[in-house]
């Protein structure tokens, strides 16, 4: 059974930083597409950042510059490092593991506010 578990999410103010991880068990992220999409109240889910099997990378404009995405390989798990936060950033963050087929974790609440 497959199982992405996100963590790291919480209250931040702006300009500050969260690193997000997202363990996977049940599958193997170096195989597949790592992803980290966000969902704020009233919006759609977009996406924020991805990392292929070959290691290339993209953002999305608003994130770009202030936010990373990278793996360990070793821990099987992905990371979302998010600086230089605004309060546009707060939102629901999900990863996903997507190949074949798309693996999707619960979420975690990500709240930028003073």
């Known amino acids: 059974q497959v199982q992405l578990v996100e963590s790291g999410g919480g209250l931040v103010q702006p300009g500050g930083s969260l690193k997000l991880s997202c363990t996977a068990s049940g599958v193997l992220l170096r195989f597949n597409n790592l992803a980290w999409f966000r969902q704020a109240p009233g919006k759609q889910r977009e996406l924020v950042a991805r990392l292929d099997r070959s290691g290339r990378t993209d953002y999305a404009d608003s994130v770009k510059g202030r936010f990373t995405i990278s793996m360990d390989n070793a821990k099987n798990t992905g990371y979302l490092q998010m600086n230089h936060m605004e309060p546009e950033d707060t939102a629901v963050y999900y990863c996903?593991?997507?190949?074949?087929?798309?693996?999707w974790g619960q979420g975690t609440q990500v709240t930028v506010s003073s």
């Open positions: 996903s593991a997507q190949s074949a087929a798309a693996y």
